[in-house]
């Protein structure tokens, strides 16, 4: 019986051929099951004899399907390698191509207009004290801005002033309102002359097609001594016209207020129509967009990080990077920019290899 198996697993053509000797030796109603199952039923000296010679049997079947099983697989892996054959000169399936965000895009434009002004970029934290987003910047406690309805506050900031232990200088209380805060945090830590942009995200409730609840900002800050508005004017032109890549930008500056600035000053962009669209540039504007709030940094903020008043004068400038996308790029509503949408992402964003560079244009 063994060799008779043997020689049949042996001359098996195929794995289908090597199946059926297994089902017919091994399967359930195979020979040598039915001979196992006979053990059952001898007496022990008959199962003495019979029992090693059965099983003897069964390994000698199941070692030579194993093997004769691995030599049918080696074999038809030698033919599928000599019949199959790979063209290496055809072009192979392009994957899917990234994006760059349009606010990634922005960020890297800004950081290289100011560079070459001369400003170096800064950071800072984005859960922030009540002194460094308010105190600091000579916002009062009874400021709309410093209301529950306007600032995301934390709920450890929260008990602290309930409990009666919060250090508004330590204690990190909110999600910062603007990028501000890095602005105080530079000049605690750095000696002037000061030249820094602050870009990041910031956290305001509100939201509609122009305003979310999570939106970037970018500020800017130069620290220097004899710092007049007419370098603050100057930076800003120098800045916008970059930007949007037109020598014919019109700015107008007019009178405002903000806490942390004294005086301070809207810079409004003239903009001109263009088959019912504002397209920012234009000699003689049709109209005028606000585009962000500047001024002279305010005494008490100089004096709140520690520089000498008559030594020191800065300015300060802030604008929505956002904003500014939409404005470029000709986008109207603010909230597709965190939905994710990939036909949206695929319309609007940036190849990878679209890296700013003033030689080249920012908006290349």
Request: aromatic share 8%; hydrophobic share 40%; charged share 25%.
């Amino acid at each position: 019986m063994r060799e008779h198996m043997l020689a049949a697993i042996a001359a098996a053509s195929g794995l289908d051929a090597l199946e059926a000797c297994r089902v017919e030796a091994l399967g359930k109603q195979g020979t040598i099951t039915a001979l196992l199952k006979t053990l059952g039923k001898m007496t022990p000296d008959e199962r003495l004899v019979q029992g090693p010679m059965i099983q003897g049997l069964r390994e000698a079947v199941a070692n030579g399907i194993a093997e004769r099983k691995a030599t049918l697989e080696r074999a038809a892996l030698d033919a599928r390698l000599a019949s199959e054959t790979l063209d290496m000169t055809l072009p192979a399936d392009a994957p899917m191509p990234g994006t760059i965000h349009p606010v990634s895009q922005v960020m890297d434009e800004l950081a290289e207009i100011f560079a070459d002004l001369g400003f170096a970029v800064a950071t800072g934290p984005e859960i922030e004290t009540d002194w460094h987003n308010f105190s600091a910047l000579n916002i009062p406690e009874t400021h709309p801005a410093r209301a529950m309805h306007d600032t995301f506050y934390l709920q450890q900031g929260i008990d602290a002033k309930a409990a009666g232990t919060a250090d508004e200088k330590t204690t990190f209380s909110l999600l910062r309102t603007h990028t501000s805060p890095v602005q105080i945090r530079t000049m605690l830590s750095q000696k002037p002359p000061i030249r820094i942009i602050a870009p990041g995200r910031t956290y305001r409730s509100d939201s509609d097609a122009t305003h979310t609840p999570m939106f970037h900002q970018v500020e800017g800050l130069v620290i220097d001594k004899g710092i007049t508005l007419g370098h603050l004017k100057w930076t800003l032109e120098t800045f916008v016209k970059a930007f949007f890549e037109r020598d014919d930008i019109v700015l107008r500056m007019r009178p405002s207020y903000f806490p942390f600035t004294e005086p301070s000053v809207e810079i409004d962009v003239g903009y001109t129509l263009v088959k019912g669209k504002r397209v920012v540039g234009g000699a003689e504007p049709d109209g005028w967009l606000e585009i962000l709030g500047s001024g002279m940094v305010h005494r008490k903020v100089i004096e709140a990080c520690g520089l000498d008043l008559d030594e020191w004068q800065g300015f300060a400038f802030g604008c929505g990077i956002d904003r500014l996308a939409m404005l470029k790029y000709g986008m109207d509503d603010l909230r597709p920019f965190f939905d994710g949408d990939i036909r949206w992402l695929k319309h609007y964003g940036f190849s990878s290899l679209d890296v700013p560079t003033l030689s080249a244009g920012v908006g290349a």
